[in-house]
């Protein structure tokens, strides 16, 4: 009866184990700051401002690696808060995904939407980045044209 149950779950855990997506890593994030976008950002979007719409924020700084592998998929992770110390983004602590991470240090900088009339200055608590080392999201092959706004990669000169 043992044998035949081993026989039963083996298979099953060989399956699990090799399905589990990679494993989490933890990576520091350093001077971090949130500013508006540059009138020229694609992620300005002036035609369509409106007074209960978005604005349109960068979130930079330095992330560093210490594995010796890169990091897939890394998310970023903090609380935004606004003058009066009042969360900018209520219920939700992922602000954005800087995609994959090479081991070491590098900058970083993605696009996030802030209520308008949100009242600056604006204060990022706790940021932190998670990656994996291997992939987690599907990833198909799309041209810049078809990227939202929010998605286009950053000009930080």
Not at 5 to 22: D, F, M
Not at 123 to 149: E, H, M, W
């Amino acid at each position: 009866m043992l044998r035949r149950l081993l026989s039963l779950l083996l298979p099953l855990a060989a399956v699990l184990a090799l399905a589990s997506p990679g494993l989490a890593a933890e990576l520091r994030l350093s001077d971090v700051r949130l500013e508006p976008c540059g009138v020229e950002d694609p992620g300005a979007q002036p035609d369509f401002q409106r007074p209960m719409g978005a604005s349109c924020f960068v979130l930079t700084g330095e992330v560093d690696n210490p594995g010796r592998l890169p990091s897939v998929d890394t998310d970023v992770y903090a609380r935004i808060l606004d003058a009066s110390d009042e969360p900018v983004l209520p219920n939700r602590t992922r602000v954005g995904s800087i995609g994959d991470v090479l081991p070491g240090r590098s900058h970083f900088a993605l696009r996030m939407s802030v209520p308008a009339g949100t009242p600056g200055p604006f204060q990022v608590k706790n940021p932190r980045a998670r990656g994996f080392s291997a992939p987690v999201r599907t990833r198909a092959a799309v041209d810049a044209d078809d990227l939202l706004p929010l998605e286009q990669g950053i000009n930080l000169d």
